[in-house]
């Protein structure tokens, strides 16, 4: 079938602009959008389509100003250095001889979905190049949308995939959301999940409308105070499809190129393989293209080559399902023989220390794969090998510490696998963890998501063999056909990631180090503690439970006699109401539609002007510790060990710290009353009690390192208060004459210049007047040049290299650090000012945590229970505590070698409270 391609030429421009480094030419004149937008139309004009035009927004209102005058007016006005690269743009487009379309009174959008309809009628099969989210509502039996920038289409099936909507779903999808960047009002804390949910049960806007007293909660509330304004959203997300139009589809035919124009801009913008191209050079891919000498060397990092994969890699597997014991012995010699096996479990739950083994698959090399089902119990299941005498057969292989091993997040298989009694050793590698180390902001880590980037390859959803929502089944449920080409795959792209991204980490030797002597070895250290877990004390967190409700209904009385009327402190519409409307207190901070916030940082900005706003924030306080532990701690008791057993994530936080979940042990607060009693119910056992030690002080002792500034490097090196002897010199005063207060300012300086903390913020958190703080801040600096030196050396090697690097040599990129918005940039700034201190002092509690844990080998009477940022929480007997503590701190002080000495301070108690 002819097919025509419709360039969306405005979203592209912009997408360029913004995805792009800020490039320029010899002359200076910027090239980063024109880059990105000459590069995808080479991509689309190689297909050679039958009919094709680049479609922009003509200039002046549209019928949708008209409608609502407040159509986009939160847009900010193009940036010179785009309005620049227009021009350029349309001269280019013209020499390549594609037709140009621009409309008034309309949008681009209107002009393509008047020609998709038109060409779908005429039997031409569509695509629309695109990365708007709006154009989904135009896909159809032969219209999909294509996205070069991400290598990515959608046909219907994909549009329901990505949105949980069909396409004809799409326009009511997007009023119901609304849009903050056209300013098209919507349903306030809408999201995606919530419009597809509500279009699942009532089809349709209309439906929804009518159904809106049947919607509870606070969405509720929200969804019928926007029912006047849904029609109108509807009306502005529609695009326009009956567009009177001077040209005919089969009008738009290529035109023959103007070499000698395209030879001159391209020359001109320095677009080095266009040229080639053009001139019938070798080599001249537009993935090429964006790796090749047209980016800046800063630019080049390690993710560009992400481009122009190998095909091979994303080549279709050959998996087996094993049922049989000749085949189980035919692989297990495989096995054996193989110099690396990739593994991987299905089972029942999330919960590795509840989950039971359904099946597990292995490979031991690219494209090949078997599936070894060992609890399928579906009705006609066929025979399958037993679950202990397969684990039996393995066990082996997988105790091996000799045999390396590769897992995609290997840890909860290994947890999993030691519900079954057996030790996994010889986790040699983790695809999560080389990409996390390679470059932990590039991408998410779960393995669709880097398959996709690192293999072009998509995985087989697990929706699609298991089902989705309340119709998902278990993964025992799953026919075995099906089971064995989702679980086998799961190992061979483990395998083929692995590939990929361990070449790339022999490239950087201090990466690799990283890896192999931090992430890697603490595999193993961290299911042992999630396998350990810590004992709770639920009976205490019960009565607590009770007395915060006891405080919460207090607050509430108090608040309504306050207010003169009862409310709900749950309700933001209530809340609005109340502050705004009948208090009359200032709206300093916005909803995205433009209505007052009652979020903490609008009641925060308030506090100081009114009782009830303080009442509403301590009032959250409680209820977000009654949710979070006090009630749901006890929830999350084993039923088999009686314990809590946290999850550790590695390759979560960019900066290289451990993250906690199900439950998050590292967010109880420490210095309130209520976050103490919570700690007070972690207990040691009878006869153990509960060893803290605390790194003190880490990140400015690195700061001091890494800055090198006489002043810092005495006051550690002479054991001196850092803070007293901050102050001392800030304030020019004997140490022995700091107060109280001299100290706190000291403090605050200290660690705020840490994180970026300028004037403005000291001086709201010390509660004093900004030149003051800013005189605090020139004292700081001239005391601690050193300090200001590092700064100013770290942001230029950010901006030269876009990264910066721990003592151990973990990267951090800043993608935001050349940005074009000033916030954006600053943000980066500060980052990289941090993420030096932060993830080295990362680095070494995890490298202390591996020395620690193969100390304590095996013992029984001295147990690594937690690791909360700086600090490991230990369960010793109460006769080792002196042995343990010594040998504890003499290899927590001893994983690093700074210029300073690192220092940990440790407590003891019967629970994690008083062991502080």
């Not at 500034?709 to 005063?733: I, K, M, Y």
């Not at 207060?741 to 705020?752: D, E, L, P, S, T």
């Not at 490991?872 to 503590?885: F, G, I, M, T």
């Amino acid at each position: 079938m002819p097919t025509l391609v419709l360039i969306d030429g405005s979203s592209y421009l912009y997408r360029a602009f913004h995805a792009l480094p800020p490039l320029s030419n010899a002359a200076g004149e910027p090239t980063g959008a024109l880059f990105g937008v000459v590069n995808m139309l080479r991509t689309h004009l190689k297909a050679k389509p039958d009919y094709a035009a680049f479609v922009c927004d003509a200039s002046g209102p549209t019928f949708r100003d008209e409608l609502y005058p407040a159509y986009k007016a939160n847009r900010p006005p193009m940036p010179d250095e785009l309005r620049a690269q227009i021009d350029p743009m349309l001269q280019i487009v013209q020499a390549l001889g594609l037709p140009m379309l621009r409309e008034s009174g309309v949008e681009a959008d209107d002009v393509i979905g008047t020609l998709a309809l038109q060409a779908a009628a005429q039997g031409i099969d569509v695509i629309v190049s695109t990365g708007d989210k709006d154009m989904a509502q135009l896909v159809g039996p032969r219209v999909t949308l294509s996205n070069s920038m991400t290598n990515t289409t959608l046909n219907e099936a994909g549009v329901f995939e990505k949105f949980g909507v069909h396409p004809a779903q799409i326009v009511d999808f997007l009023a119901l959301m609304g849009d903050s960047v056209d300013n098209i009002p919507g349903v306030e804390k809408c999201g995606p999940k919530t419009a597809a949910k509500w279009l699942a049960e009532y089809q349709t806007l209309d439906n929804v409308i009518a159904n809106a007293a049947k919607v509870g909660g606070k969405i509720g509330e929200n969804l019928r105070s926007a029912l006047a304004q849904l029609p109108l959203s509807r009306q502005l997300a529609q695009i326009k499809t009956d567009v009177a139009l001077t040209q005919a589809v089969t009008d738009l035919v290529l035109r023959e190129r103007d070499v000698d124009a395209l030879r001159t801009l391209y020359t001109r913008y320095g677009f080095n393989a266009a040229l080639k191209e053009l001139e019938g050079k070798a080599g001249a891919g537009a993935g090429e293209e964006l790796r090749g000498a047209d980016v800046p060397a800063q630019y080049r990092k390690p993710v560009a080559a992400d481009l122009g994969l190998d095909p091979a890699l994303a080549a279709p597997g050959s998996y087996e399902c094993v049922t049989s014991e000749e085949r189980l012995q035919a692989w297990l010699q495989k096995l054996h023989a193989a110099p690396l096996i990739a593994f991987d479990t299905e089972t029942t739950s999330l919960d590795p220390l509840q989950a039971e083994i359904v099946g597990l698959s292995v490979s031991v090399q690219r494209g090949e794969a078997a599936y070894i089902p060992l609890a399928h119990d579906f009705p006609g299941a066929p025979p399958q090998l037993a679950r202990d005498h397969v684990l039996a057969a393995l066990r082996p292989l997988l105790e091996d510490p000799a045999k390396p091993k590769l897992g995609q997040h290997a840890k909860y298989d290994v947890n999993v696998l030691s519900r079954y009694g057996i030790t996994v050793r010889g986790v040699a590698y983790d695809s999560m963890l080389e990409s996390y180390v390679w470059n932990s902001t590039a991408t998410r880590h779960d393995m669709d998501s880097l398959a996709k980037r690192y293999l072009g390859y998509t995985p087989i959803p697990y929706e699609s063999v298991a089902g989705k929502g309340a119709k998902q089944i278990p993964f025992s449920q799953v026919a075995l056909e099906q089971a064995t080409a989702y679980a086998a795959e799961d190992a061979d792209v483990t395998l083929r990631l692995h590939e990929v991204l361990w070449a790339r980490l022999e490239t950087e030797p201090r990466l690799r180090e990283v890896y192999e002597t931090i992430e890697a070895p603490l595999i193993p250290v961290l299911a042992r503690m999630e396998q350990r877990g810590v004992l709770i004390d639920t009976q205490a967190l019960r009565v607590q439970s009770n007395d915060l409700a006891r405080r919460m209904h207090e607050i509430s009385q108090h608040a309504f006699s306050i207010a003169g009327r009862s409310f709900s402190l749950d309700s933001p519409k209530q809340l609005q109401a109340i502050l705004f409307d009948e208090l009359k207190l200032p709206a300093v901070v916005k909803t995205p539609t433009g209505q007052p916030s009652t979020n903490e940082e609008a009641l925060d900005a308030i506090a100081d002007q009114h009782e009830l706003p303080r009442l509403i924030l301590d009032y959250r306080g409680l209820a977000k510790l009654r949710s979070t532990y006090t009630d749901k701690l006890a929830d999350n008791v084993n039923p088999h060990t009686g314990r809590v057993h946290t999850s550790y994530g590695q390759a979560i936080a960019a900066t290289g710290r451990l993250s906690s979940s199900d439950p998050n042990l590292q967010n109880i607060p420490i210095r309130t009353e209520e976050g103490r009693r919570i700690r007070q119910a972690f207990v040691a056992p009878p006869g153990f009690v509960i060893l803290a030690a605390d790194y003190s002080q880490i990140e400015l002792r690195i700061m001091a390192h890494l800055s090198g500034d006489a002043g810092l490097l005495s006051a550690f090196v002479g054991g001196q208060d850092v803070h007293r002897a901050t102050a001392a010199e800030v304030f020019g005063l004997p140490p022995e004459q700091v107060d109280a207060n001299q100290r706190r300012a000291a403090k605050a300086i200290n660690f705020g210049l840490m994180y970026g903390m300028g004037a403005f913020g000291l001086a709201r958190q010390l509660g004093i007047a900004r030149n003051e703080a800013n005189d605090y801040i020139a004292r700081y600096f001239n005391r601690y040049p050193g300090v200001r030196t590092f700064m100013d050396n770290i942001r230029e090697q950010a901006h030269r290299d876009g990264y910066v690097e721990t003592v151990f040599g973990r990267r951090l990129y800043l993608d935001d650090i050349r940005a074009r918005n000033p916030n954006l940039r600053a943000g980066a700034e500060r980052a990289a000012i941090n993420a030096p201190m932060q993830g080295t002092a990362a680095d070494i509690i995890k490298r202390a945590m591996i020395t620690v844990d193969a100390w304590l080998g095996e013992r029984e009477d001295a147990r690594m229970l937690m690791q909360v940022h700086d600090e490991l929480v230990l369960e010793v007997r109460e006769d080792q505590v002196e042995a343990v503590s010594a040998g504890l701190r003499e290899r927590m002080c001893a994983a690093a070698e700074l210029a300073v000495p690192l220092v940990v301070d440790i407590g003891t108690g019967a629970n994690w409270d008083q062991a502080h």
